[in-house]
């Protein structure tokens, strides 16, 4: 990953089991409130965050192991939330990285559709940038902007009547 403008970091180490991908959760939800997001963004930060964990949990280790691990990090900066969570798993195949994840089609009949990828097209939908990178594992990097309201702070833009 590139150089980040300097921010606060929290890293957290996780086994890669899914009863590991609730403590992601509640930790993004914290530092998401602790942000200032409004609840439906927390709401989303949430969903995107355990569909990536949960993607470790069911494809980045063939043979899974009990030292298994996913990592998540969170940089906090003045106007976003970057998270990544990243595994040391077997990676992606290089047709996965190259295919954009679309919606499922109104044309295609449910039983039709191919299992996976759903969890991508979620993550993209809820989060304003998203980067996947397939380098010794796989790493999802997301990012939520912090909207504040546009009510400035200087008295003098305040028309006085």
Known sequence: MGQRPEADVITLT??????YVSIARLTVSGIANRMGFPY???EDIKLAVAEACTNVVEHAYDCPQGNDQLRLSCWLLADRLVVEVRDKGKGLPLEDRQEAPAPIRPDVDIDEVKEGGLGLYLIHSVMDEVQVSSNDGVAVTMTKYLQRDEV???D???SKA
């Open 156 to 158: 003098r833009a305040i």
């Open 40 to 42: 439906e963004d927390i």
């Open 152 to 154: 400035s702070c200087d």
């Open 14 to 19: 996780l086994p890669a089991r899914a009863e």
